[in-house]
């Protein structure tokens, strides 16, 4: 596999869906559901999601929103959206209608790569996980939302295992920096600009 396709698979993974992995529609409203809601006093699941701790090649990044949590989730969770305000996100067709959900399957094109992501973990309001493999690469894309005194902070993190990944892991490990870095600066400027209309 080639650098230069390798660097665009990186890029078009970062933000999304477990390659960046996994995201699948939009919300229809803000409401959770009952399979994702969490009873006041009742401890949250413990078998989170989580990236690959030993993958080759892991990026973290976050960052603080000034808007709603329901508007961050909206717009992180409105997959066919991503294009209007995701520059490399090309288009986005939900394989699964409905809301986001575990096993919610999305296709998605950036950087003239083609993606089939997976929803893994959806913790309304608080946590969204995707996955799946794209030119041997296989990746896991966790998102966390904490609601603060200033507004919203959101976290990213995203694992990349495979041979392109071995082969090609400080290229890969730069295009993945770049792409989640982008991705959350990116939601930073949708969710705010439409808290300041």
């Known amino acids: 596999m080639r650098i230069p396709t390798l660097t665009k698979l990186a890029t078009a993974t970062a933000g999304a869906v477990l390659l960046a992995t996994g995201t699948a529609h939009a919300l229809d409203n803000d409401e959770p559901t009952p399979a994702t809601t969490i009873a006041p006093g009742t401890a949250a699941h413990t078998d989170d999601v989580q990236i690959d ?11 603080l929103i000034h808007a709603p949590l329901q508007t961050i989730w909206k717009i992180q969770t409105d997959v066919e959206n991503w294009p209007t305000w995701q520059p490399n996100v ?12 575990p ?32 030119q041997g690469i296989t ?29 090609n892991q400080a290229a890969l490990q730069a295009a993945l920096d770049n792409s989640l870095h982008n991705w959350i600066n990116n939601l930073k400027h949708q969710a705010e600009s439409q808290v300041s209309k």
């Open 53 to 63: 701790a030993g993958a080759p090649v892991i990026t973290r990044d976050n960052i």
């Open 90 to 101: 090309e288009t986005v067709v939900k394989d699964t209608p409905g809301r986001l959900r």
């Open 103 to 134: 096993g919610s399957v999305f296709r998605w094109s950036t950087e003239g790569l083609n993606i089939t992501s997976t929803v893994k973990q959806v913790d309304y309001g608080k946590r969204l996980a995707w996955g799946g493999p794209a």
């Open 139 to 167: 990746a896991v894309h966790v998102w966390t939302f904490t609601p603060t005194s200033g507004g919203v902070l959101v976290h990213t993190e995203e694992s990349w295992t495979g041979d392109p990944v071995n082969a």
